[in-house]
C-alpha cells in the first residue's frame, strides 16, 4: 500500500466518529446542539466532500457559553499555581497523544499538507506549555495571573481554541505568519481567546 493509500485509510478512520455523531457545541463542560437544532455541512476543500454535520450555534448557544465562561472564572482565578500548571500540562500532553488524529483531521478540513498539520498540532501543545512556564512564578502580583481578560469574538467563530504566545494570537494550530479562514464548525465556547496584558 501506498503512503498516500494509507494516510487516506488513516484519515477516514479519525474522521468516522465526525461523520457518524457531527459535531456539537461544547458549552460548560458538555457537548451540546444547538438551541434552534440547526446544522450545517462541512466539505473538505481536498475532494467537495461531507465531512461532518455541525450545531450550527447561534446567540443563545454563544450567551450560554459566555455565561458558563464567566460562573467559571472565579474558580480558575482561585486556582494555585502549581494547580494551574498541573492543567496546562495535562492539556499539553492530550494534545500530543492525539497529535496524528488533530493533524490528519485538521488536513481534511483546511487541504493542508499532513507535514505541516503534523508539525502545527504540536505546536498547539506548545502554546499551553508556554503560557505554563510563564504563569507559574508570577501568580499573585499585578500581571499575569493577576488580570487576564476574557475576549468574546462570536461574530467570527474559529474552529480551534485561540491562545496567545510570544508571536501573538491565533488559533491553537495555525502557522506562525498565517491567518486562519473563518472555520464555521466551532462551538460557540470555542471563540473566546484568553488574553494576558503584560
Known amino acids: 500500500m501506498t503512503d498516500l493509500n494509507t494516510n487516506i485509510e488513516k484519515a477516514q478512520s479519525y474522521l468516522a466518529r465526525f461523520r457518524q455523531d457531527g459535531v456539537l457545541n461544547h458549552i460548560n463542560g458538555q457537548a451540546v446542539g444547538a438551541d434552534s437544532g440547526e446544522q450545517f455541512e462541512v466539505i473538505s476543500p481536498i475532494d467537495l466532500e461531507p465531512i461532518a454535520k455541525v450545531a450550527r450555534g447561534g446567540a443563545s448557544d454563544i450567551d450560554k457559553a459566555a455565561k458558563a465562561a464567566k460562573a467559571s472564572f472565579a474558580a480558575w482565578a482561585a486556582m494555585p499555581g502549581k494547580e494551574r500548571k498541573k492543567l496546562l500540562h495535562r492539556i499539553a500532553n492530550a494534545i500530543e ?9 485538521e488536513s481534511v478540513d483546511t487541504g493542508q499538507a499532513i507535514r505541516f498539520m503534523s508539525k502545527a498540532a504540536l505546536r498547539g501543545a506548545e502554546n499551553f506549555r508556554f503560557f505554563l512556564r510563564i504563569g ?54 470555542c471563540t473566546s481567546q484568553l488574553s494576558f496584558h503584560l
Open 97 to 105: 497523544a492525539r497529535a496524528e488524529e488533530i493533524a490528519f483531521v
Open 136 to 189: 507559574h512564578p508570577w501568580r499573585g502580583t499585578a500581571n499575569l495571573c493577576a488580570h487576564p481578560t476574557s475576549s468574546m469574538s462570536p461574530a467570527a467563530p474559529q474552529s480551534a481554541p485561540w491562545a496567545s504566545s510570544p508571536r501573538g494570537t491565533r488559533p491553537l494550530c495555525s502557522p506562525p505568519g498565517k491567518l486562519p479562514r473563518p472555520w464555521p464548525q466551532a462551538a460557540p465556547s
